[in-house]
């Protein structure tokens, strides 16, 4: 078997002494050559730090990274006389600038997470917010301490259920009322993507989706981040629930805030994903909202200088809206439209491209002005390119009719239909 890790210098310690501490090799993980924290043995009889060890086998492995062996099980025994070895050496060489490690906490047993949504799902009958808020600052608590306690929470097959079920029986009661457990709510239940049909029908509920649409406006930045998050999966789940949210009030607004005033991209990227969502609907209202806001040219102007993510879901919601005649009239009148989509093409990714070339087309189907603009920015000569570099069949079959539609702008060029794009000399 080939080893997916290299090996590297062991790390030695220097402090005011003169001479270099050597950590002994036995103290040292074989997989990252570190200090150890927490050793454990594997069945194979050979230690390991902990961390390395639970990323080797979730990787997939099955064997001794050492020996190769085969592991007779995955079992993960705590080597507790070497560890205390380990903190003696460490207290012995402070001079040195080591700093003693600390006792590892023992891991979350399934049992325990059990009990503990057991608790939870008592809580929430007896709407016992103080219990239930304790519950889940024990959850809370044990996820933040390793991956393996979280994994250990999420591997329940109860836990998005119970605590999506929570959040949606404490915010029908009362959000101000309920506010702290409902925000712990939010925090944990953002480990348990993607949701289960169960969680999403609790998350998905009038009550829910309100609270929700309220925790964007607060001022806490995590509060926003998780609300934001939780709402994006859920449509990304079942577009069923967009529909309900677009009855919120004031939510548009909201989004629209977001994209204006740009907080942080964790916040940006699923703002425009929602509003995609949201337009994707064909519900008139709430498309014609978002374009009297400023959205158009506020996409373009974002879409000048951003992260590729963003350029790519600022282009598709663009090419969305151009999907309507209000959206093509508030695009064709902004100066920075035709620019920025031509500019886009083979500049940011494939999937940038194949927005930017369809709302061009959509842009440029009967009209001469928007044509000739296309054209004086070097729309012919890219769209070219792109058909010689390969695009998908979609974007090739609009790049091929826009080609046609410009085609008779330039004067001196042949017909379009029997141009030769595979031998066509790069003149640009």
């Not at 790390?11 to 270099?20: A, P, T």
């Not at 050979?46 to 007779?72: H, M």
């Not at 705590?78 to 012995?92: F, G, M, T």
Request: charged share 25%; net charge neutral.
């Amino acid at each position: 078997m080939v080893f997916s890790w290299r090996k590297k210098k062991p790390r030695s310690f220097n402090g005011d002494k003169k001479k270099e501490l050597e950590i002994p090799r036995h103290f040292l993980c074989p997989i990252t050559l570190d200090l150890m924290k927490d050793p454990v043995t594997l069945s194979s009889g050979i230690t390991y730090d902990r961390e390395s060890a639970e990323k080797w086998l979730d990787d997939g492995n099955f064997t001794c990274p050492v020996s190769n062996q085969v592991l007779r099980s995955f079992d993960q025994i705590p080597n507790h006389s070497l560890r205390k070895v380990i903190q003696d050496w460490c207290v012995e060489n402070r001079s040195y600038g080591v700093e003693r490690i600390p006792t590892p906490r023992i891991p979350v047993s399934s049992a325990e997470v059990s009990e503990v949504l057991f608790s939870i799902m008592d809580s929430t009958r007896r709407l016992d917010r103080c219990a239930c808020l304790d519950s889940l600052h024990k959850l809370k608590k044990w996820g933040l301490e390793s991956e393996r306690n979280k994994r250990c929470i999420v591997a329940n097959a109860a836990a998005a259920g119970a605590i999506a079920a929570a959040f949606d029986a404490f915010a029908g009661e009362s959000v101000d009322k309920n506010i702290n457990v409902l925000e712990e709510i939010l925090f944990v239940i953002n480990w348990m993507f993607p949701l289960t049909e169960q969680a999403q029908r609790y998350i998905g509920s009038q009550a829910s989706l309100h609270c929700i649409a309220l925790f964007l406006k607060s001022e806490d930045l995590t509060l926003k981040q998780n609300a934001i998050t939780v709402l994006a999966e859920l449509l990304s789940c079942n577009q069923k629930y967009t529909q309900a949210l677009t009855t919120i009030d004031g939510i548009n607004k909201t989004l629209f805030h977001f994209i204006n005033n740009p907080i942080c991209p964790s916040i940006t990227k699923p703002s425009l994903t929602l509003i995609y969502d949201m337009v994707s609907l064909s519900n008139e209202n709430t498309t014609t909202e978002f374009i009297n806001m400023g959205l158009i040219p506020l996409l373009l102007e974002i879409m000048i200088d951003s992260q590729k993510a963003i350029c790519e879901k600022a282009l598709a919601l663009i090419d969305q809206l151009c999907e309507t005649e209000q959206g093509r009239g508030f695009a064709y009148d902004d100066a920075l439209a035709m620019p920025v989509l031509v500019k886009k093409i083979l500049r940011v990714s494939e999937l940038a491209t194949e927005y930017s070339v369809s709302a061009i087309w959509k842009l440029s189907k009967g009209d001469e002005k928007a044509l000739m603009e296309a054209l004086q920015f070097g729309a012919f000569q890219k769209l070219l390119l792109l058909i010689q570099v390969g695009c998908n069949d979609k974007t090739k079959e609009k790049a091929t009719e826009l080609l046609k539609l410009l085609n008779p702008y330039r004067p001196g060029l042949e017909c379009i239909d029997s141009l030769d794009f595979k031998n066509i000399k790069r003149s640009f």
